[in-house]
Nanobody
């Protein structure tokens, strides 16, 4: 059984920082594409960061320059460093994985939920003034 477990969520003030973690188990994710999505209140889940098996990362314009995705393959853990937090970042944050037999390459288009087969349960982030 493959598991992804997020942690690190909580409350922060506007302008603050927070780091989310996502630990995988049941298999290794070193060749997988990994991503972070979030669901803001009243909105659909949206992609916010992704990293390819090679380590190349991509972000949508909404978080580029503020969020950084990284991975520690030895620990089978994915991270999301969030800086300059805004109230609009309040959301449930999910990590996801796309496991392939070869090293995963990210598509050039915006990423979507169907691109990923493994999901965590999410961790809540609340940003207030």
């Amino acid at each position: 059984q493959v598991y992804l477990v997020e942690s690190g969520g909580g409350s922060a003030e506007t302008g603050g920082s927070m780091r989310l973690s996502c630990r995988g188990s049941g298999t290794t994710f070193d060749r997988a594409c990994m991503a972070w999505f979030r669901r803001r209140p009243g909105k659909e889940r949206e992609w916010i960061a992704a990293i390819a098996g090679s380590g190349t990362s991509r972000y949508p314009n909404s978080v580029k320059g503020r969020f950084t995705i990284s991975r520690d393959s030895a620990e089978n853990t994915l991270y999301l460093q969030m800086n300059s937090l805004q109230q609009e970042d309040t959301a449930m944050y999910y990590c996801a994985a796309r496991r392939l037999s070869a090293v995963c390459v990210l598509p050039t288009r915006d990423l979507r939920e169907p691109d990923f087969g493994d999901w965590g349960q999410g961790t809540q982030v609340n940003v207030s003034t």
